[in-house]
T-cell receptor, first 117, second 108 residues
């Protein structure tokens, strides 16, 4: 079974631009979560989607948004990029057998490393 | 919010040593995750446990729900175990709160 894939793997943008990152979950997984990882803040939860619905959102500004498609693939978008948005963005998928993503094993993708200049 | 504290922050061990990494959290939970992150970024889920102990190869994870504490043990450590180990707990059901991670270096 193929693992979680993320595209692109690396991205360089300039301040003010916007960016879209993509995540394809493991086949059969309907829950997709997004995380931001920076050296200063560590891993932080961005949002989680299940069956095209956002179930929870972390404490990030409205510039960060996402969506999930009917095939469970997910995208996240960051508008008006700031230098502080430079980070590794990880997505994770899970089977969500118990109806609560945090109680299911999560399978992580390799991440997209975003650099904002 | 469920605060997660890990210790130690950094750990250097010699090959063959027994290693323990600790994780404490502030709010009662139903499950705790241990993750491993190698240089380059990829994260692998090692354990998800809600009680007692789980073992996988040389890795052992334990949890004490009453004391809100979990430990990850590595027996007979090897240089390939060098990585960052992160503990995470559910927050509001759909999110995970992460510890800052423990950076482990195992030298030959």
């Amino acid at each position: 079974k193929a693992g979680v894939t993320q595209t692109p793997r690396y991205l360089i943008k300039t301040r003010g631009q916007q960016v879209t990152l993509s995540c394809s979950p493991i086949s059969g997984h309907r829950s997709v979560s997004w995380y931001q990882q920076t050296p200063g803040q560590g891993l932080q939860f961005l949002f989680e989607y299940f069956s095209e619905t956002q179930r929870n959102k972390g404490n990030f500004p409205g510039r960060f948004s996402g969506r999930q498609f009917s095939n469970s693939r997910s995208e996240m978008n960051v508008s008006t990029l700031e230098l502080g948005d430079s980070a590794l963005y990880l997505c994770a998928s899970s089977l969500d057998r118990f109806g609560i993503a945090g109680l299911n094993e999560q399978f992580f993708g390799p991440g997209t490393r975003l650099t904002v200049l | 919010k469920n605060e997660v504290e890990q210790s130690p922050q950094n750990l250097t061990a010699q090959e063959g040593e027994f290693i323990t990494i600790n994780c404490s959290y502030s709010v009662g939970i139903s499950a705790l995750h241990w993750l491993q992150q190698h240089p380059g970024g990829g994260i692998v889920s090692l354990f998800m446990l809600s009680s007692g102990k789980k073992k996988h190869g040389r890795l052992i994870a334990t949890i004490n729900i009453q004391e809100k504490h979990s430990s990850l043990h590595i027996t007979a450590s090897h240089p390939r175990d060098s990585a960052v180990y992160i503990c995470a707990v559910p927050n509001s059901g759909y999110a995970l709160n992460f510890g800052k991670g423990t950076s482990l270096l195992v030298t030959p």
